[in-house]
């Protein structure tokens, strides 16, 4: 009977000890919160605005509009942040009214050839880029096809 009680009063020990006394004061889930076994934390306290540093807007530039099917899309190109020197694009065709990677195409606008995006938040409107002036290949040397034999509508008549 002795050895009995002494157990019991054993196992009482190891029980309150483990729990860290919490269940004498009151507490009796403070033993799950110091174990913690999902891993969690405090809510973090507000940090001020001017604190957080702003990350630029990906560069967009409208490369071309089209309307396929009564849909209007745009065809453009995101310019993708890169540490190394070496400049890389994403190239996106988009219908009016859908997004891709944060960046949704509000309206195309196809007389004035203007796309509004909504860049992470930020509305924008670009103009359609000019396409660049390609040098035109020197076609000396080559038949006319007036030279090969052909007719041309000109000297049919």
Known sequence: MRLV?????????AFLAGAGGSA??????ASIIARNVFGLHSIPEK???GSIAMTPLPQITVNGIAVISGEKEALYKVMIPN???IVCYKFYVVGEGKSVD???????DTDANVVSFDN????????LSAAPKLPTPA??????????????PAMAA
Do not use: W
């Open 5 to 13: 009680m002494v157990l019991a009063a054993g196992m009482l020990y």
């Open 24 to 29: 004498l004061n009151g507490e009796p889930y």
């Open 47 to 49: 940090v001020p605005v």
């Open 83 to 85: 540490p190394s020197p």
């Open 102 to 108: 944060n960046i949704k195409v509000v309206k195309v």
């Open 120 to 127: 992470h938040g930020t509305i924008q409107e670009l103009q």
């Open 139 to 152: 076609m000396e040397g080559l038949p006319t096809p007036a030279m090969a034999g052909l007719l041309t």
